[in-house]
């Protein structure tokens, strides 16, 4: 067996977005030569390095709201830690600043369009770069759903479930806001969103303008 792990970066030349993959999760001896983190900044380092390097690190990120989800590698699969020392690989989430208050949600609301997966080598192991410069409508001249509205919507399967997690069929939502949606696909604009959460569990995401408007 190698300890060497095999990276294939892919660009699209138009847009600058990129992608790296490699083949971590099937080399069991890298894995298992893998040692802990001590310090869970060399990750957002060497993520913020990669960036720099291969494109730019884009002057719309908030750094403030930057996060670290910490993983160990078992059994071929990325498992969830909660302490560094515990941690072979941290991806490393990069989010857009907020529009006037209002924050901006992704596909997965647990991540971003912008993530880097660091093992405890500073070594690259996964990254998506999908970045869109946040260009918001004037929607406040378009009239938004009320929030019953948008959570009967919710109710007959018109929303989009972007997490769940939850382990009960009835979710009981607690949480409930405004957001701007930027997939992964190219938008001309931002979409405001009305999102339900409830704790960390659960994300659902219904569109806030109403209907009659949407497509104008």
Not at 53 to 61: A, E, G, K, M
Not at 72 to 93: E, Y
Not at 185 to 212: C, G, H, R, S, W
Request: hydrophobic letters at 35%.
């Amino acid at each position: 067996g190698t300890t060497d792990v095999t990276t294939k970066l892919t660009m699209d030349i138009v847009n600058n977005n990129f992608n790296i993959t490699s083949n971590y999760l099937s080399n069991t001896t890298y894995i298992s030569a893998l040692q802990g983190f001590s310090d869970q900044q060399n990750a957002v380092n060497s993520a913020q390095g990669l960036l720099t390097n291969v494109n730019s690190l884009p002057p719309d990120i908030d750094q403030t709201k930057t996060q670290a989800s910490l993983f160990s590698l078992k059994n071929g699969s990325l498992t969830p830690v909660t302490k560094v020392s515990d941690a072979q690989a941290i991806r490393v989430i990069f989010h857009q600043q907020d529009i006037e208050t209002i924050p901006i949600y992704y596909e997965n609301p647990k991540s971003s369009n912008i993530n880097v997966l660091v093992d405890a080598n500073n070594k690259i192991l996964e990254a998506d770069y999908i970045h869109q410069t946040a260009v918001a409508d004037n929607f406040s001249t378009y009239p938004l759903k009320t929030t019953k509205q948008a959570f009967d919507e919710l109710q007959q399967g018109k929303g989009y479930i972007a997490f769940d997690d939850s382990t009960s069929k009835d979710i009981a939502i607690n949480n409930v806001f405004l957001a701007y949606y930027i997939g992964s696909q190219t938008q001309k604009y931002l979409m405001p969103i009305i999102v339900f959460a409830k704790d960390n569990d659960f994300f659902a995401y219904v569109p806030a303008v109403t209907d009659e408007w949407i497509g104008k």
